[in-house]
């Protein structure tokens, strides 16, 4: 049927026999029925909930059991409940659990960093890696390891903390946000670039302090390769309160989405909403970065699919998308483990690699605003 | 578009001549500028020599250690340094008239990380490739990746500067994520790395002069025979026409003679940043908008800023270096995020 505008619907009806009539209202009545697709579908969201469950649990599995030392499913839960002195309980223990469930966290982290931002910023582009906050807080993180040595664990998240929000601040300013209208584009073109000068500065520092390719992939492209129990007990309580907190404000997150008039109409304070959602933005992509290094697309890519998938209810949405976020980073382990056995490569370029196209996508579908 | 149709709006005669006045003295300048940086970057290195040194060196009648490390180690870095600022400026000023666009440039759509992609691809997974090919596959990944970013960036019949940014941009990511898995799947060293992922000089020899040179040699004057063609381009696109230019065919051979000069230099010297896009701005600041007279400008400051990028990297912390390409970064992307800010303000366009 052809869309006709709503405001020239009068007009056809004026002049048109009535079964044309028919087909203009039912092309009026059209525009109404993506509303009623846009809340929340239950048994679609049920049906994320349970595969992406499913598939974490298998992928976990799976993460635990690929490496240089072949392992047996049953070897590794005896691993896992019981503990034991062997090799396999060695192995498991220090190296590859940490990797799963760190690849959990952090993925979990970042697209729930993701929708906040999106959310907060009304920009299907925001997401912590494309506005600058990741490599603002890689670049304390690494200029911190540089000066100061010995700062490890709550003060290097701190001041990651400190960089991411700088950052983000520095490309709404550049980008003209603070001028009121805000252009999707613009604000995504002014992030990349801020990233890009903010990479350059970081290698340079890289290159003076510590010249070995690990360190420097670590802190361009990121991965949980290295995971530690430590990194674990240091991001857990970031993610916790970043997930409580961001379910907390998932219904004035909801209002907001309604568009910035309609939501200060229905009494939400949009000023105030959008500080929290920056600070728990900030709190989730920081604490990430600071244990993993800057992971890139996830906060992109993941909001956009599980929006696709079960509606727009930010209720339903951010628990999804933490789901979503984590099995996303733990397949990308996991490849990175398959693509040149037994040496890999950082998770973070995997991530890269499946992000990017759909970040093309993206950016091309955008409309610039004028 | 604005930024480009640099408002010449016919001056009084006596200050038409100061300003060419000027002008020639801002050329003269540039020239002189271009020379002396050429020297200083002879001399600053691991170790620095006197002027002397430098000129015992070129003429052959030096007497210690100091002739071989100017000549070996200096003299190709310098020379390259001129092929790869006069390429990669010419090709973004060429790119920016052509698509009317001023954040266009090789590195922000997408031209430099498909060339770089392509031949990371070359010199790691096919060590065996004869190198006088690199710049040949190097070109073939700079057009797929333009293709690539003007098919993704078009929409209902046009396409707005700052999406053809965005795009471009996001093809340079997913080049530069084709990058470094290149470089993590196939042992490299940190300089190899960090050519392909910030463009460096280190290292090179006379034999990366001469691979480039003949594609800077032709593609440079044959783009600069197009200029006139170009200024008729910037009258829009039905006045072109209406002139009889052949508005889409001009546009075509000319934006695939930049990507190819683009990619040749990035062949010889990596993923080199924000020259292309920099270079360009200041030349018309300088001496307005005709490409005739602002392409060459646009090449002598392209030259220059790698040559003081490349003295920077070479000799701010010996015996360390800092890829080139990164200075040219810290100087580059915040004037791109000047301009973006500047064409925002002229109603999105």
Known sequence: ?370 | MTALATSVSAPPIARHMSRERRRRLMVIGLVVACVVMTVLSLMIGAVIYSPGDVIHALTGTSHNHSGVVITKFQLPRVLLCWLVGIGLAVAGGVMQGVIRNPLAAPNIIGVTHGAGLAAVVVVLAIPSAPSVLLPVVAFGGGVAAFLLVYVAAYRKGATTPARLALVGVAVGALCQAGILFFLVRYPSNVSSALTWLAGSLYGRTMTSFWEILPWVAILVPLLLRYSHRLDTLALGDDLAAGLGEPVERTRRITLLLAVALSSAVVAGAGTIGFVGLVAPHIARRLVGGRHGTYLPVAGLIGALLMLVADTIARGAVPPLEIPSGMVTSVIGAPYFLYLLAKTGKAGGQ
């Open chain 1, 1 to 370: 049927m052809q869309q006709l505008p709503l405001a020239g619907g009068t007009s056809v009806n004026l002049m048109t026999r009535p079964e044309q009539a028919r087909t203009v209202d039912e092309s009026r009545a059209a525009p109404l029925e993506p509303a009623s697709g846009r809340r929340t579908r239950v048994g679609a969201a049920a049906g994320v909930a349970v595969v992406s469950l499913a598939l974490l649990v298998v992928g976990t599995v799976w993460s635990v059991a690929i490496g240089p030392t072949p392992m047996s499913i049953g070897a590794i839960f005896s691993a896992v409940l019981f503990g034991g002195q062997s090799t396999t309980a060695a192995i498991v223990h220090g190296i590859r659990l940490p990797r799963a469930v760190l690849g959990s966290l952090v993925g979990a982290n970042s697209a729930v960093a993701g929708v906040i931002m999106q959310a907060v910023t009304a920009n299907p582009l925001g997401a912590p890696e494309i506005l600058g906050v990741n490599a603002g807080a890689a670049l304390v993180a690494v200029a911190s390891l540089t000066f100061l040595p010995q700062i490890a664990g709550v003060g290097l998240i701190t001041l990651a903390f400190v960089g991411a929000t700088m950052c983000g601040v520095l490309v709404l300013v550049t980008a003209g946000l603070g001028r009121g209208r805000s252009d999707p584009v613009r604000i995504a073109l002014a992030g990349v670039t801020l990233t890009t000068l903010i990479f350059s500065v970081m290698q340079t520092m890289i290159i003076l302090v510590d010249p070995s390719t690990s360190a420097l992939f670590h802190w361009i492209v990121g991965g949980v390769n290295a995971a530690t129990w430590k990194d674990i007990s240091t991001i857990l309580p970031w993610t916790i309160v970043g997930l409580v907190g961001s379910m907390a404000l998932a219904g004035k997150l909801n209002l907001l989405g309604l568009g910035e008039d309609l939501a200060r109409g229905l009494g939400a304070r949009v000023g105030q909403i959008r500080v929290l959602g920056a600070g728990l933005v900030i709190i989730l992509a920081g604490s990430s970065v600071a244990v993993a290094g800057p992971i890139t697309f996830i906060g992109l890519v993941v909001p956009h699919i599980v929006r696709r998938l079960v509606g727009v209810n930010n209720y339903v949405v951010i628990p999804l998308c933490a789901l979503v976020g984590a099995n996303m980073l733990v397949y990308s382990d996991i490849i990175s483990r398959y693509v040149d056995p037994p040496s890999e490569v950082p998770s973070g370029v995997v991530t890269a690699l499946i992000g990017a196209p759909f970040f093309i996508f993206l950016a091309r579908r955008h409309r610039t605003s004028r």
